[in-house]
């Protein structure tokens, strides 16, 4: 193993061994393999995370520039707020899209965690950058083109940013509050929002372009659906694995999320091998389902996991903690 990559490894475990209240004795050779492919694991998600923001950034950029700010087309959330006032006062987008979104990355390190912000604040100034920078042949004219390929873009840009573990458009951050605030679900808070937004549209601009818009959000909001591979509200999980007992602390003490065993039986065939197995069931929401991959994959990377969609979901712990530490 590379020496540098060896000491970092150790300072990480002793450093860990420290805050559990255990001494900072030699670390075993067993420990420092397991060591480094947990530091191997973080470097690659980290560098998967790095590649799908900067591919949403350019997305959405490319949906922005070539399609619908060349013709004064609006879309939802926060990026169709900073459309709108852009028409309507002249200021550039790119330095809205980051006033805009200041509360939102805010918000979103005390709902979500520090590390999201951060990703989020990165990816925004990226998205603003970039606009700034760079330019972006318009493509075309014609209005339903605009409206369903301008949409196409920015979804696919926000849908990429997400797989990667941030937003480029922080009204869903402000949704995940208020639903919590108001016991209602997320996707009637963003219904909520959008609405005032393409009512304003509408009012200032023209009740054409107010439908048009809706044709683009419409449209992002499909593309981003199947680039997240469905953003259902809640998820989930069933993890079953010989590890499971590490896995359920896991889940409590680094996810703070419940958890669920179910006793049963793995088997290989009517002459196989039976054996007890304990079967963890946990839910959580979308935007932690990233971190959840990675931590599994540093306990047993060949956990066999059920991820199941949930529409809604009533009691326990979801509701009442952060989605991330």
């Excluded at 926000?158 to 009204?171: C, E, P, Q």
């Excluded at 683009?216 to 469905?230: H, I, R």
């Excluded at 059920?306 to 979901?313: A, G, L, R, T």
Aim: glycine share 10%; proline share 2%.
């Amino acid at each position: 193993m590379n020496p540098f990559l060896t000491n970092v490894v150790i300072r990480t475990t002793q450093q860990g061994n420290l805050r559990k209240g255990a001494s900072s004795a030699p670390v075993s050779a067993f420990r420092l393999a397991k060591g480094y492919r947990e530091l191997k694991i973080i470097a690659v998600r980290l560098l998967k995370d790095a590649v799908l923001i900067l591919a949403g950034i350019f997305a959405a950029s490319f949906g922005l520039e070539g399609f619908l700010m060349p013709n004064d087309f609006i879309d939802g959330g926060a990026t169709g707020i900073s459309l709108l006032v852009t028409e309507l006062t002249g200021m550039e987008l790119w330095q809205l899209i980051v006033l805009i979104n200041i509360p939102f990355v805010l918000l979103g390190s005390k709902v979500i965690s520090k590390t999201f912000a951060l990703k989020t604040a990165v990816s925004i100034s990226g998205l603003a950058l970039l606009m700034a920078m760079a330019s972006f042949p318009q493509i075309t004219n014609d209005r339903l083109l605009v409206a369903v390929f301008g949409g196409f873009f920015l979804g696919a840009g926000i849908g990429l940013s997400m797989r990667g573990g941030a937003v480029i458009d922080g009204t869903e951050v402000l949704a995940i509050y208020l639903s919590r605030l108001l016991g209602t679900t997320i996707g009637d808070i963003i219904i909520m929002i959008n609405v005032v937004i393409f009512s304003c549209a509408a009012y200032f601009l023209s009740v054409e372009t107010a439908l048009y818009s809706m044709v683009t959000y419409l449209s992002a909001s499909k593309t981003l659906d199947f680039v997240v591979e469905g953003l259902e509200e809640y998820t989930s999980v069933s993890i079953i694995s010989s590890h499971s007992d590490e896995i359920r602390m896991m889940i409590i003490e680094k996810m703070g999320r419940g958890v669920t065993l179910y006793a049963g039986k793995r088997g290989l065939g009517k002459r196989g091998e039976i054996k007890d197995v304990d079967i963890v069931f946990t839910v959580i929401t979308r935007l932690e389902m990233n971190r959840l991959k990675t931590e599994l994959k540093k306990i047993d990377p060949n956990a066999f996991v059920v991820i199941s969609s949930v529409k809604d979901i009533k009691g326990g712990m979801v509701r009442r903690r952060p989605l991330d530490h």
